[in-house]
């Protein structure tokens, strides 16, 4: 299994601000993808982070709002610009468990934001 | 129609009952089907894995799939209260990056 770490764990943020998620995994993974649970629903996709490459987006999610760096191939951090109260729910960094294409995901611990 | 549906719950059962979760999906390109169990305020945490028509057994939980009929079950044997939990249904097609998952059924397992 995989040991993912998210910072932050949580936070409160003004509207129109933007915040950065951290997600740093203890090995070596081609694929990082970042979800997004909003209060009372599932998870859907936001992004593929791929190192070396830009992100790869859902439909719906784009670029300008949700930032996406991928440095290396153990860390990888998701901007959410300018945010508004719709915005507040639980990021969550995942990444697969080693295998071609298994489907099998581990996740990080997420990240709760509330935008005031 | 959503594309991954469970029922939402909550799923109320006795202590070392059977509790029974289903999923359908719509997508008949789905492939691979999974099973998370989410406690509250935790993230999500893969059950099983099922990729074939059939059962999939793996200790007290027991994954059925009939692609046929599009559906996808979890049977979870001796119930106990520390499965109480939200189990998210998700699936997805062979060499995409996309995982569909249901809104998830709340289960409660009473002592």
């Known amino acids: 299994s995989a040991v993912i770490s998210q910072k932050p764990s949580r936070d409160i943020c003004q509207r129109g601000t933007s915040l950065t998620i951290q997600c740093q995994v203890d090995?070596?993974?081609?694929?990082m993808f970042w979800y997004r649970q909003q209060p009372g629903q599932s998870l859907t996709l936001i992004a593929t982070?791929?190192?070396?490459?830009?992100?790869?987006?859902e439909s719906g999610f784009v670029i300008d709002k949700f930032p996406i760096s991928r440095p290396n191939l153990t860390f990888s951090t998701l901007t959410v610009s300018n945010m508004s109260p719709e915005d507040s729910s639980i990021y969550l960094c995942?990444?697969?468990?080693?295998?071609?294409?298994?489907?099998?995901?581990?996740f990080g611990e997420g990240s709760r934001l509330t935008v005031l | 129609q959503k594309e991954v549906e469970q029922n939402s719950g909550p799923l109320s059962v006795p202590e070392g009952a059977i509790a029974s979760l289903n999923c359908t999906y719509s997508?008949?390109?789905?492939?691979?089907f999974f099973w998370y169990r989410q406690y509250s305020g935790k993230s999500p945490e893969l059950i099983m894995s099922?990729?074939?028509?059939g059962d999939k057994e793996d200790g007290r939980f027991t994954a059925q799939l009939n692609k046929a009929s599009q559906y996808v079950s979890l049977l979870i044997r001796d119930s106990q209260p520390s499965d109480s939990a939200t189990y998210l249904c998700?699936?997805?097609?062979?060499?995409?990056?996309?995982?569909?998952f249901g809104a998830g059924t709340r289960l409660t397992v009473k002592p």
């Open positions: 995942s990444v697969e468990r080693s295998g071609a294409n298994t489907g099998e995901l581990f």
């Open positions: 090995s070596q993974v081609t694929m």
């Open positions: 982070a791929n190192q070396g490459s830009e992100a790869t987006y």
């Open positions: 997508d008949r390109g789905s492939q691979s």
């Open positions: 099922i990729y074939s028509n």
């Open positions: 998700a699936v997805k097609r062979r060499w995409s990056n996309d995982m569909r």
